[in-house]
Structures are given as structure tokens and as C-alpha cells.
């Protein structure tokens, strides 16, 4: 076991940054959005979880970028790779823009553009005060992001420095709610488990093969040019996102340095526990499918592979 730095455990190591001014807006029954102005990464906050390794001096860094759900999206995960020899940094960005509602409420009752929009504005911030924390290594910060936020930190490897940052982990991309970026400033590794149909309406479903209704894209959005500025609520809504596997064909073209990863026996969300496969209902009593999970020696294979680039010199 490492150094635990916390919100709880460790105040006179932070500095606190003033939070945002974000509220809920109900856009119709059930369903809500987020105005306002977006907290910025808060060391001091209660969600921060920050974890060095006891035998590296300046080590590695991952920051770990949470799904629709929350940071408990990413317990397992972070204790995996801080036990391989990591630093490890994560947060709440609900709970940073001090909202505090389960996890089912974000997943049933929030926009897609909104979870993502909280969340990138938390990561890149948390990225900005990693660079300066004499504690890591500051040549060597990696993001994995699940799920929603694995179409975060897709955004973030376009304006993040490639001196700083080594690569980013993505792990089922839907190309849904930011959209997906026009150009990467820093390697990117995309990862799917071949079940992965979480969210799906049907079981082969495929996240890197589904389209979605450009309806549910930002049309601002404070980032990265993308394909969400012609395929969002206010343009194009009718139509349809480019799949992930479309966009990362289309970067790989371009000279990007992109790789996709695909997993055996493994389904949305490998660190989530044992593959199960699984039913789900979604807002509006929509039952789809939500597999997640997967079996111990993948999940394995899936550190290991990750932990090759992140312990690098």
C-alpha cells in the first residue's frame, strides 16, 4: 500500500479552489440538464482520491476519468493500478459541482452532454494542477476514461501537451454527448470488450459500432473542434453520430497515433467485476442491454497491457 493523499486525510496537503455556480435544469419529466458555471478541480474536495506508490520517487501518473455514474465507477480500477506501481488520481465531478445524488439518478436522468460536460471541465483542470504537483512525474500523466468518460479524455488528448501527457486510455467510446474530436495531439488506445453492448436495444449491439441520435450531442461545447459541430441538438438532430470505430478508422487515416484493443470475454467496464450479462432499464422504461464486467485472467491482460505504457521510462 501506498501514500494516501485525500480530501479526508491529508488537508494541509491541498490548496482549495472555489467551485462553480452549476445547477440542474429539468428539461422535461425526469429528464434534467446542468447550467451554469462548471466547477474547476478542487484537491480539497471530498470525492478526491490521490494514491502514490511507496517505492517510486516522482512515479507515473493516471487520472481516472468516471462514467455516467460517478467516481465509484472507478474504485476497482485504481487500486488495481496503484497496487502495479502507479500514482493514482481521481474525483467526483458531481460531487465537485456539489451535487449530491445516487448513482442511478446520473445514469437515468441526466443528459449525456451534461454528465460529460462536468466531467471534462473536473479532468482537464485536474490535469493542469497534476503538471504542477512536485509529487509525479510530470512528463508521464496518462488519463483512462470509462465509458462517458471515455469520450472525455478522447477530447482531452486534443488540447492536452504531448509533453506532459504519454497516452490515453479509452474505454468504450459511444461518440455520443461532446462528439468526438477533428484532431489528437497525443496517443490514444481505445479498449472494448467484444461484449460490450452497454446501452444497447439489442444483444449485438456493439458500443464501437453504434450510432446515435445527434440529438443527444452538446451544441456548444468549450473544447476541441469535433464532429458534434454539425450533428447536435440544435443541427442535424435527426440524424446520426459517427460510430467509434468510423472515427477511429478516420483518425488512423489521418497519421493519428491511435490503437484499438479489443478483449475477449470482457464486457463495458472490465475493473467493474466478473462479466455478467445483462438486461438494464433505461429513462423512459426503455429496457436495453448492459452487459458489464469481465473474467479475472482478461482483466489481467487489460492491466498489464495498460501498465506496459504507463511504467515506461
Known amino acids: 500500500m501506498g501514500v494516501v493523499f485525500s480530501a479526508q486525510t491529508a488537508k494541509a496537503q491541498c490548496v482549495p479552489v472555489q467551485g462553480g455556480s452549476a445547477r440542474l ?5 425526469e429528464l434534467y440538464t446542468v447550467t451554469g458555471a462548471l466547477a474547476s478541480f478542487d484537491p480539497c474536495n471530498r470525492s478526491v482520491d490521490f494514491r502514490l506508490p511507496s517505492a517510486s520517487q516522482r512515479p507515473p501518473l493516471v487520472i481516472f476519468v468516471h462514467g455516467g455514474g460517478g467516481g465509484g465507477d472507478n474504485t476497482s480500477a485504481m487500486a488495481a493500478f496503484h497496487d502495479a506501481g502507479a500514482a493514482v488520481l481521481g474525483f467526483d465531478a458531481y460531487v465537485m ?5 445516487p448513482s442511478r439518478f446520473w445514469v437515468l436522468n441526466m443528459t449525456y452532454e451534461a454528465r460529460q460536460r462536468m466531467i471534462y471541465t473536473v479532468a482537464l483542470s485536474a490535469y493542469r494542477w497534476a503538471v504542477t504537483d512536485g509529487r509525479i512525474d510530470p512528463r508521464r500523466i496518462h488519463f483512462y476514461g470509462l465509458s462517458n468518460g471515455a469520450d472525455v479524455v478522447a477530447n482531452l488528448a486534443a488540447v492536452t501537451d504531448p509533453r506532459n501527457v504519454r497516452a490515453v486510455f479509452a474505454e468504450g467510446l459511444a461518440g455520443a454527448g461532446l462528439g468526438l474530436p477533428d484532431m489528437l495531439r497525443v496517443p490514444l488506445r481505445a479498449i472494448f470488450g467484444r ?4 446501452g444497447g436495444k439489442a444483444a449485438d449491439d456493439w458500443r464501437w459500432l453504434r450510432r446515435n441520435r445527434c440529438a443527444l450531442n452538446v451544441a456548444e461545447f468549450d473544447g476541441p ?9 440544435r443541427a442535424g438532430a435527426a440524424g446520426l453520430t ?9 483518425q488512423q487515416k489521418r497519421g493519428a497515433d491511435v490503437e484499438v484493443w479489443f478483449y475477449e470475454r470482457a464486457a463495458h467496464g472490465a475493473f467493474l467485476g466478473p462479466l455478467r450479462e445483462r438486461t438494464n432499464v433505461w429513462a423512459g422504461g426503455n429496457v436495453g442491454f448492459a452487459s458489464i464486467g469481465a473474467d479475472a ?7 498489464s497491457d495498460v501498465m506496459r505504457v504507463v511504467l515506461a521510462p
Not at 25 to 29: G, W
Open 25 to 29: 435544469i429539468e428539461l422535461r419529466d
Open 97 to 101: 459541482n456539489g451535487f449530491d445524488r
Open 195 to 198: 461484449l460490450d453492448n452497454f
Open 225 to 233: 473542434p469535433g464532429n458534434a459541430a454539425g450533428c447536435n441538438a
Open 242 to 250: 459517427q460510430s467509434p470505430s468510423d472515427w477511429l478508422t478516420e
Open 297 to 303: 485472467d482478461i482483466r489481467a491482460k487489460l492491466l
